[in-house]
């Protein structure tokens, strides 16, 4: 039996793509006899829009599926100070105060979330009093939980290479935005009891960190669904800023949103738009 989840952020409109990773999720919980859980990730400060997620849930309605819906993100923000607090204590937190323009100058490699902090601040502590992120150190929690597993449905059992996103942020620095997102989700699965982590192909390197996040924490270690991602005809995965339609959008032109769900189950996908063909980006 799985409890799957959909968890979109309410910063733009949901299109096809979300429609795809939804129904994926959804069917995943359903032919299993589970549940398929709704989860808004409304901690992005600002760039939250609360009237979007009622939006959401008017979409998935309209593709005509069934949800239970868990507590948004915003009102578990003590739990994921809780969680910081641990690992803190742990000795595995460091204050960071660098800029994302210093940081890009200084890094030495890419990761999967753009440059890998070169450890500025782990070298040399900020002693000032502006605002600090707090990053993971990554080595120092790796060496504390030994090699990692995880599994996916589709892409079998993989190591854990949690080192490849490098020190990343747990707490940010904005005080609107308490926790990253790696925090948060992994803390929210486990308690939202998510069995079997569905979402796009493009977050299978979080999984890394969340998987060693996981073992630090003592939580549950769900299996993961990474599924191929919708394209655009230049290739490019759809996004809500490169303007690709909205579903509210077709819901409010009259287009049938079960019918829509149905191609999408059966890969009959609109014209210009494809299916990737690789299951994860090869590191
Ligand atoms: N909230 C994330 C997003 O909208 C999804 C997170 C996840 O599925 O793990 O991209």
């Known amino acids: 039996m799985n409890v799957t989840r959909f968890a ?60 239970d819906e868990v507590p948004a993100q ?40 753009g440059p890998v902090y070169p450890g500025t601040c782990l070298i040399d502590p900020p002693k000032g009093e502006e605002p600090v992120a707090w990053r993971l150190d990554v080595a120092a929690a790796m060496a504390r939980t030994g090699m990692l597993t995880w599994h996916d449905e589709l892409a079998g059992e993989q190591v854990a290479r949690s080192d490849l ?4 942020v747990l707490v940010r620095k904005d ?12 803390l ?18 979080a999984t890394h960190v969340h998987r060693l996040l996981q073992e630090l924490l003592g939580l549950p270690v769900p299996r993961w669904h990474h599924h191929a991602l919708l394209l655009d005809s230049d290739g490019k995965k759809l996004a809500k800023r490169r303007g690709s339609p909205s579903l509210a959008g077709r819901r409010r032109a009259g287009e049938d949103g079960k019918a829509l769900a ?3 189950r059966a890969g009959e996908l609109p014209t210009g738009i494809t299916l990737s063909a690789y299951l994860h980006d090869p590191v």
Request: proline share 4%; aromatic share 6%.
């Open 8 to 67: 979109p952020s309410p910063n733009g409109p949901l299109h096809l793509g979300h429609a795809y990773s939804a129904i994926v999720a959804h069917d995943l919980a359903r032919q299993s006899g589970g549940r398929f859980l709704l989860r808004i990730e409304d901690i992005d400060g600002a760039r939250s829009r609360v009237e979007l997620a009622d939006e959401f849930r008017e979409d998935l309605a309209w593709l005509g599926l069934e949800w």
């Open 175 to 186: 005080a609107d935005t308490p926790a990253s997102y790696h925090l948060a989700v992994t």
């Open 74 to 113: 915003s009102s578990r923000v003590d739990e994921y100070e809780v969680a910081a607090a641990t690992l803190a204590a742990m000795g595995l937190l460091y204050p960071c105060k660098c800029t994302r323009a210093e940081i890009a100058a200084a890094s030495k490699a890419m990761g999967p979330d």
């Open 165 to 168: 996103s490098g020190d990343v």
């Open 188 to 205: 929210d699965d486990a308690a939202d009891g998510v069995t079997l982590v569905t979402r796009g192909a493009d977050l299978f390197a």
């Open 262 to 264: 149905d191609q999408l």
